[in-house]
């Protein structure tokens, strides 16, 4: 019997729906399959404005921003969910404060990123995703125990990165800003091709669709790993055990 799966969405509310859909495409294959579900939709603005208020060097200053996600988790598990997950990966930078006294499992996309990496591994790996994560250290420890080096862009890549996502991506433009993002990615190492590049934003998914669903694959001859099909499928996996 497959348990009932909690999300927390409306971080931003696009990628939401990019979960919810890749999660009922990859549960079967007629239109009619989907999981029994519960979306505990937060509002953008007030996890923005309790993020805008938090300091990396004051841990107090987080309470506002994981009190918020773990109010949303006791609902979750309140409708009856026996797991959840984040539908967002900047938020998992707070994740062990946010799950610390949570009713129910939460499935982490970093975890769910490093299992599917686990068995053949990439040398070496770019983190493309919102400034948070990007500046921070998210992925480092999990990738970096599987033997991968982690490449860091400069500041101003970072900052154009989160150009084009207001360009295109926020915005559900995402298929307008492909070549634009496989520019950004060409220019950030001088060999694309020997570096696996994370898509660690489900706002950068929708810039392949073609690709919707795989959390592998290539795309101009620049691998890249999907971090939002890598999370679904674990959440799948996990609601099945």
């Given at each position: ?5 909690g999300?927390?969405?409306g ?24 999981p ?25 200053s ?7 996600f ?11 969910c026996?797991?959840?997950?984040i539908?967002s ?15 129910i499992?939460v ?15 990439p ?26 080096e982690?490449i860091?862009?400069?500041n ?5 990165l ?6 295109y991506?926020y ?9 634009a993002?496989?520019e ?16 660690a ?9 073609e690709?919707?669903?795989q959390a592998?694959?290539?795309?101009s ?7 939002t ?6 959440i ?6």
């Amino acid at each position: 019997m497959t348990a009932k799966i909690g999300l927390i969405g409306g971080v931003g509310w696009l990628a939401t729906v990019a979960y919810y859909e890749t999660i009922c495409r990859a549960s079967g294959s007629e239109a009619i399959d989907a999981p029994d579900m519960s979306i505990e939709s937060l509002d953008m603005s007030k996890a923005l404005e309790a993020l805008g208020k938090a300091r990396a060097d004051d841990e107090n200053s987080w309470a506002a921003f994981d009190n918020y996600f773990s109010i949303a988790l006791g609902r979750l598990a309140a409708s009856g969910c026996k797991l959840a997950a984040i539908a967002s990966v900047t938020p998992h930078i707070r994740l062990p404060a946010i799950t610390r006294n949570s009713p129910i499992p939460v499935v982490s996309v970093v975890d769910a990123t490093a299992e599917l990496l686990a068995s053949n591994p990439p040398k070496r790996a770019v983190i493309l995703g919102t400034s948070f994560t990007m500046q921070g250290t998210l992925f480092d420890k999990a990738l970096e125990d599987l033997g991968v080096e982690i490449i860091k862009p400069e500041n101003d890549k970072i900052t154009a990165l989160t150009e084009l996502l207001h360009q295109y991506f926020y915005s559900g433009r995402g298929a307008a800003g492909h070549e634009a993002l496989i520019e950004y990615v060409r220019s950030i190492v001088t060999d694309p091709d020997n570096v696996l590049f994370v898509l660690a934003c489900t706002d950068l998914t929708p810039a392949f669709p073609e690709n919707v669903g795989q959390a592998l694959f290539s795309s101009s001859g620049i691998r890249f790993l999907d971090t939002t099909a890598a999370h679904v499928d674990a959440i799948l996996r996990a609601s099945q055990s």
